[in-house]
């Protein structure tokens, strides 16, 4: 008879109770076992060989494929990090975990992750990131006895991008663990892999590889990486132990549908990924499954590995995921999908979704329908002729919107920043929450669909500023082209803020104010925009109102290294160098990681 832990135990039993109990489990013939999850950052599904790649970029995910199951037909819940990750680990969509876009707003803690059921259950958890987008404070730390993120730099001004840690690096990191680890108790461990996210700089011979396609250059990178994380789980005797998962968390377009990049639309460029799974048993090797999968189903893929039982969220709350782990979805399965990115940045309508076996719906000004079995491109709209299932996805949407949502964290300051400020004399900013439009609503704002050449226009001035520090010729051409954007779009927020950038590369900080006001009235919760007012006032010297916005910053993003260095540099010039001790210590830490 097989035993298993109760849910009972799984939740309220110490860590070595439960590790007990496992072994136990394990010794009866039980499925506990440990999971490894690779998340492949920006990695369209076509990027991979096993998915009709055929340029030689993937060996290592292709023979990951041959030994697993993969699955044709995988989904991301929106086309940004943070958002999908979340999703990863709490097996629900971003309506109802809350996290909608990288940097808004972190994953509230009466969420139930993946991470803390495998740590109550008396697994081992550690996470080796490559991007600061997943840093801790964005809440998916929660569960995690260790938890790395790279280091931040500081510099003496704004910059575009995120810092990062190569994947090969990060490999290095999980494999290490891996041997260090407790022999006798499994383990949830993540590794995830950055490198397919711009800009690209492969390394020559993985260029070379990818037929000197510098996207597909940092693809191979994250394969050569992969590679040898899965020889160190295979030198460590764990193969037969351990389910490997392996996932995009979203695409990468490159001009299909007048997208570069990713963020704003919702096309299966930016939406289909990869998702291969590899049992410890060896069962369903070389299986393809056609059904829709969803990222979403992680999580209860995960737990089912683990011999736990999915159970929910907050006050019991049903999963949005499957677990994937013994049968494929059925044949009507659906899975949402969206993006409020153009209504967050730029003031466009936002975009949801419904997608399963029959087609595509897409919820816009302009609703439209795609049957990608015959119209994998998305070139042939059949709203019109296919009324009932545009009918059938609204129900779903409608369905979905009337599921329990996570509960927001009461906003706060970190408790040691706000101790300080007040025992100097001030007073942080209020917290400001974000409500976002209902899923089906209909709102007066532009149909994204509509707004290519303003994306366009948005990217070119982006990359006059990646020009470098001192190219005034640049700047000027940057400065006319987002002064003439926010003049036809008030509402683009992302104009107005690479505006303000634009600005502060020319030294004109008290121009620079302005804009950066202008973002905060409608987007009061991006550190960056805080810390970037912060270095204005600063700089025209306005202390004290620095101060605040550097606070702000803080409140948002415990480690945001600009923000700190400002604090830190306040402080200690208005002789507090007591007081910005600990700060200064995070300060330090934050950029001294691994």
């Known amino acids: 008879m097989r035993i298993r832990p109760s849910a009972w135990l799984a939740r309220r039993a110490t860590p070595s109770l439960a590790a007990l109990a496992l072994t136990l489990g394990a010794c009866s013939g039980g499925g506990e076992h440990s999971v490894l999850l690779v998340t492949l950052d920006t990695t369209r599904a076509e990027a991979l060989g096993v998915y009709g790649n055929p340029h030689p970029v993937t060996p290592n995910l292709d023979r990951l494929a041959a030994e697993g199951v993969l699955f044709e037909q995988a989904y991301s819940v929106a086309p940004l990090t943070l958002p999908a990750h979340a999703s990863m680990l709490t097996g629900l969509v971003p309506p109802r975990h809350g996290v909608r876009d990288n940097g808004l707003a972190a994953l509230p803690r009466s969420a139930v992750t993946l991470a803390e059921r495998a740590r109550e259950a008396g697994f081992q958890t550690a996470a080796f990131l490559g991007s600061v987008v997943l840093d801790e404070g964005f809440g998916l730390e929660q569960g995690f006895e260790r938890y790395e993120a790279p280091a931040r730099s500081f510099y003496n001004g704004p910059s575009l991008g995120y810092a990062e840690r190569p994947a090969a690096e990060v490999a290095k990191l999980a494999a290490a663990w891996l041997h260090a680890r407790d022999p006798k108790r499994p383990f949830f461990l993540w590794a995830h892999f950055w490198d397919a996210h711009a800009p690209y700089s492969p390394a020559p011979e993985m260029k070379a590889r990818a037929g000197n396609n510098d996207y597909l250059g ?152 795609y049957e990608l079995t015959h119209d994998p491109k998305e070139e042939h709209d059949l709203a019109p002729e296919r009324g009932g299932l545009v009918s059938e996805a609204r129900g779903a949407l409608a369905e979905l919107a009337k599921k329990p949502v996570l509960a927001r964290d009461a906003e706060g300051l970190d408790p040691e920043l706000k101790r300080t400020l007040q025992a100097v004399g001030y007073a942080a900013f209020a917290s400001e929450g974000v409500e976002l439009p209902a899923l089906l609503a209909e709102l007066a704002l532009p149909d994204p669909h509509e707004r290519t050449r303003e994306l366009a226009d948005v990217q070119r001035a982006g990359g006059l500023l990646d020009g470098g520090l001192l190219d005034a010729e640049k700047y000027a051409e940057a400065e006319t082209l987002l002064r003439a954007i926010v003049a036809r779009n008030p509402d683009n927020l992302y104009g107005w803020d690479r505006l303000a950038l634009c600005l502060m590369r020319m030294q004109r900080h008290r121009e620079a104010i302005a804009p950066l006001e202008r973002v905060l009235a409608g987007a009061p919760g991006n550190a960056d925009t805080w810390s970037y007012l912060a270095a204005c006032r600063l700089v025209v010297g306005e202390e004290e109102q620095a101060l605040a916005a550097f606070t702000r910053a803080l409140e948002l993003d415990p480690n945001h290294v600009q923000a700190l260095g400002g604090l830190v540099h306040l402080m200690e010039d208005a002789g507090l160098g007591k007081e910005a001790a600990s700060f200064k210590q995070r300060f330090e830490a934050v950029q001294s990681r691994p």
């Open 218 to 369: 940092e693809v191979a990178a994250c394969d050569a990486a992969l590679g040898k994380l899965l020889a160190a789980l295979r030198a460590e005797g764990l193969e037969d132990s351990t389910l490997v998962v392996v996932v995009g968390d979203h695409g990468e377009s490159f001009g299909e549908h007048g997208e570069l990049s990713h963020g704003p639309f919702v096309w299966n460029t930016t939406l289909r990924v990869p998702l291969i799974l590899r049992r410890p048993d060896g069962r369903r090797a070389g299986e393809r499954v056609g059904s829709v999968a969803s990222v979403v189903d992680v999580y209860p893929t995960a737990l089912a590995a683990m011999g736990l039982e999915p159970g929910g969220g907050e006050g019991g709350a049903t999963l949005d995921g499957l677990s994937l782990l013994e049968d494929e979805p059925g044949p009507r399965r659906g899975a949402y999908f969206e993006s409020y990115y153009g209504y967050l940045n730029f003031g466009w309508h936002p975009l949801a979704g419904w997608v399963e076996p029959r087609g595509k719906y897409l919820h816009a000004p302009t609703p439209r329908f």
